[in-house]
């Protein structure tokens, strides 16, 4: 690193990715902090400045801090890669310790525990911190982890029609179901067979009675507001057959017409969305929920369009930026399952399919929305326009019942919000992202702790 970009590092003081440290730390604070960085997004330790910056030079024998630094990795489960060098500044002597970024899959420890950064402290994660940090390192993934369900809880005949699904029909003619859990990796035999929860999802008898979670709730409203339902269906059987049914509930609720095409006898019927594109929808949802959540997938049906919501934000490894260009699986399991069913190609091309078949349909193309831990795709249909908001008048109900909360109250969370207004945190928090959007509020502070507040001059 250069000098100047060191100085510049310096002068920006401590950060989630810069510690500054005057002396030399010792052994088990020194590897505290080197995991810490590992494990969140990599960094520098800068020995010999103090914490305002000023460049004080190490007073500590050199070739013993090198040392220390090489035991702190060892110490380290896996050992991060580290690079120490020295550099002269103001006639003093200072450590830049480089430390590089954990692997999307692996963890660092330091005697069994996981350190991070949370702002410019070093943290160690216990009980759900460390459980939320491994779901999302996927390192914990749900469809791996053991299951309760036993072997008599499964369904031949969904084993049968799955097997059918990718080319061996006769498989269990020549084996029996434990040989086709184990030579999967759906269970693991120690003595007696395990099964994993991927095996009670997908075969079990009750698939609902192990995960109740899987289920996928549907309502068709009248109108555009989620106001008057019409009708509403839950789906509890195993991912397929859930894909399935759902994708049959829409079809059979949403608008067709009909042309006769200039040369033919025959009419075509057209559906108000390409079914390709409701296909893709309900199989991503399925495939890329997060299914340590105890909420189903919501699936709104309105006049105008379609939301499809499950829990889940972007998985580890996969930014915005690479948003549809790139495919991440958090359930590799459940993700294998449907790719050797056919419901999912595995190459990250469905959101540009799915972009391409609704301009070829001359509508509008999908949104994709990442709320409070949602994942909401919306398809509009030819009247799902987006109405403008230029005043009060053009909010909904909820909006100006949480506005007048906050007149009261002062600060809201999405959660008081779908609460006073008796909806789901998915609607809820489309409300929020839009009143956020033509500045009526704004968002203080981020995840859990994050809440809203008036903005100025809102009352126009």
Known sequence: MKQ??????????????????????????????????ANTDGGFLILGVSEKGEIKGLQC????????????????????PVSTTIHI????????????????????????????????TTHKLEGQELFDFLKNKQILCFDEQDSEAKIENLDENRIKLYLIKRGQPDYLKANNVQEFIISNMFGKLNGKLKLKNIAALFFAKEPHRWHPQSEVRIVRFSGTEPINIVVQRDFRSDPMENIEQTIAFIRENIS????????????????????????????????????????SI???????????SNPGGLPQGLTKEFFGKRSVRRNPLTYRILREGHYVEGLGLGIPQMRNEMRKAGLRDPEFNFEGGF?????????????????????????????????????IKSKTYANINEVSLPIALKDINELIKFKYIQKVGSYRGAYYVLSGGVFR
């Open 4 to 37: 100047e970009e060191l100085l510049a590092l310096i002068k920006n003081g401590e950060t989630q990715e810069v510690e500054l440290k005057e002396g030399c730390p010792n052994g088990h604070k020194l590897t505290e902090i080197i995991c810490g960085l």
């Open 61 to 80: 024998n050199l070739d013993k801090l090198q040392q220390d630094i090489a035991n702190a990795r060892q110490s380290i489960h896996s050992s991060p």
């Open 89 to 120: 500044i103001e006639d003093k002597k200072i450590a830049l310790v480089e430390i590089n970024k954990a692997n999307d899959k692996n963890a660092h420890t330091y005697n069994g525990a996981v350190y991070v950064r949370i702002g410019s």
């Open 256 to 295: 067709k017409r009909f042309i006769i095409p200039e040369n033919s006898p025959r009419r075509i019927e057209i559906e108000e969305y390409p079914t390709s594109v409701i296909r893709e929808a309900i199989v991503n949802a399925v495939a890329h929920r997060d299914y340590y959540s105890y909420d």
């Open 298 to 308: 919501q699936i709104n049906l309105f006049e105008d369009r379609i939301e499809i």
């Open 375 to 411: 994942f909401v795709v919306t398809l509009r249909n030819a009247k799902g326009s987006i109405k403008p908001v230029e005043g009060l008048k053009d909010l909904n109900s909820r909006q100006l019942n949480a506005l007048d909360y906050l007149r009261q109250n002062k600060t």
